[in-house]
């Protein structure tokens, strides 16, 4: 037996605040239902978000998206629009908002150390009106999502520090890792890792939008 199964976990809300204390009112204060000023202009300076949801079963799923900053448009106060680009058809987001329309976003901003986040309930929307001011190079998303916001809130920067995310200096040396067709080919009998890169930069080069 391990250390860690040999040990008991936290299975309730009194254990939990043993081990943690509790948090200064700002941590609630700032908890908006709503995109005010601040969360408006970080939206629009955002090129990069991960959307979360959960699936009928339970199951989670975490999915990066990324566009030209300002990509998800603010439509009010109380409404996101998220546009889905062409990707591997996989739609689980899309099929998890199906049975369970509860979303979390969290934006970045290149060189910010705070992020912000949103969560709320979401809705697939394949209007064209509605959809193409959300167009790239003259292409429309085939979907997107409306998100309504039910919480909004500026989270502090300690997580992007101790990462030095953003510090040129700790960035790898690409080689140091497989390519992602060197990676499929060992996950998948028969796949072809040339095949597949090759794939990947046409696509890349050619279907972003």
Not at 12 to 28: C, G, H, K, M, W
Not at 75 to 98: E, K
């Amino acid at each position: 037996m391990t250390a860690i199964e040999s040990q008991p976990g936290v299975s309730d809300y009194s254990q939990l605040r043993d081990v943690y204390s509790e948090p200064l009112p700002r941590a609630s204060q700032k908890v908006l239902d709503h995109l005010d000023a601040h969360c408006r202009r970080f939206i629009e300076m955002s090129p990069f978000c991960v959307i979360s949801s959960t699936g009928a079963d339970g199951r989670a799923d975490a999915s990066p998206r990324g566009d030209p900053p300002g990509f998800v448009k603010v439509v009010d106060r109380h409404t996101l629009l998220l546009p889905d680009r062409p990707g591997n058809n996989q739609v689980d987001t899309m099929q998890n908002i199906l049975n369970h329309p509860v979303v979390g976003l969290l934006f970045l901003v290149p060189g910010m150390n705070e992020t912000l986040r949103v969560c709320g309930s979401a809705e697939i929307v394949t209007d064209e009106q509605v959809l193409a001011p959300l167009s790239v190079s003259s292409r429309a998303p085939k979907s997107g999502l409306k998100i309504t916001v039910k919480d909004a809130f500026l989270h502090c920067g300690r997580a992007l520090l101790r990462s030095r995310l953003w510090d040129p200096e700790v960035q790898i040396d690409r080689s140091s890792y497989p390519t992602y067709g060197q990676v499929l080919a060992e996950q998948i009998a028969g796949a072809d890792a040339e095949a597949i890169d090759r794939d990947e930069q046409n696509a890349n080069r050619e279907k972003l939008y």
